[in-house]
């Protein structure tokens, strides 16, 4: 059990380009949870997955955004055309099968930074 | 819609003193209740939660909060910080105890001073 892994660490990107971000959960997790903490700010939700199957969206995760999760492994959140707006840590989560939020694992996050 | 509230977004606190995090919920269903930290270049770990049963939970490094559902209140307490213990601090709150969605709070940046 290596811990819930996120790369890159820290992206800085100029305005208008698009980045994608990687979250290997923990093995055998099979959800998988993505969310966007700005500065001063909670933690908050934009989306989840059980296995491959994307359950809900929040409404901040808007048409620039997109998650997958192609094999119920790892998962990719590709934002595009970025603004300074998304400049944020995004945090990714995980949890085994049947367990509730106490067994809910974060990872170290990726820092964008949208110049 | 719930939300979380967390007045306090700062509290220096003495090494060796006590300390309480304050956290007030709004749900218009029944909730479990979370504190959570986060260390420097760290990810979130959970402190504790209620889920039901005694008001009263214990976590780890020795923090405990108290449910108050008439003050709609989760009060994060520790009897004597540590050098340690200087972190943020999120009180979170869900709804479906199967669904993880959790609802963050501004959260507390505790400094302890030596």
């Known amino acids: 059990d290596t811990g819930v892994s996120q790369n890159p660490r820290h992206k800085i990107t100029k305005r208008g380009q698009n980045v994608t971000f990687r979250c290997d959960p923990i093995?055998?997790?099979?959800?998988l949870y993505w969310y966007r903490q700005t500065l001063g700010q909670g933690p908050e939700f934009l989306t989840y997955f059980q296995n491959e199957a994307q359950l809900e969206k929040s409404r901040l995760l808007s048409d620039r955004f997109s998650a997958e999760r192609p094999k119920g492994s790892f998962s990719t959140l590709e934002i595009q055309r970025t603004e300074q707006g998304d400049s944020a840590m995004y945090l990714c989560?995980?949890?085994?099968?049947?367990?509730?939020?106490?067994?809910?694992?974060f990872g170290s996050g990726t820092q964008l930074s949208v110049l | 819609a719930q939300s979380v509230t967390q007045l306090d977004s700062q509290v220096p606190v003495f090494e060796e003193a006590p300390v309480e995090l304050r956290c007030n919920y709004s749900s218009s269903v029944s909730v479990y209740l979370f504190w959570y930290v986060q260390y420097p270049n760290q990810g979130l770990q959970l402190l504790l939660k209620?889920?039901?049963?005694?008001?009263l939970v214990k976590g780890i490094n020795g923090f405990e909060a108290e449910f108050n559902k008439s003050q709609t209140s989760f009060h994060l307490r520790k009897p004597s910080v540590h050098i340690s213990d200087t972190a943020e601090y999120f009180c979170a709150v869900s709804t479906n105890f199967g669904n993880e969605k959790l609802t963050f709070g501004t959260g507390t940046r505790l400094t302890i001073i030596p």
């Open positions: 989560a995980s949890s085994p099968r049947g367990a509730g939020n106490e067994k809910l694992f």
């Open positions: 209620y889920l039901s049963g005694s008001t």
């Open positions: 093995s055998e997790h099979n959800r």
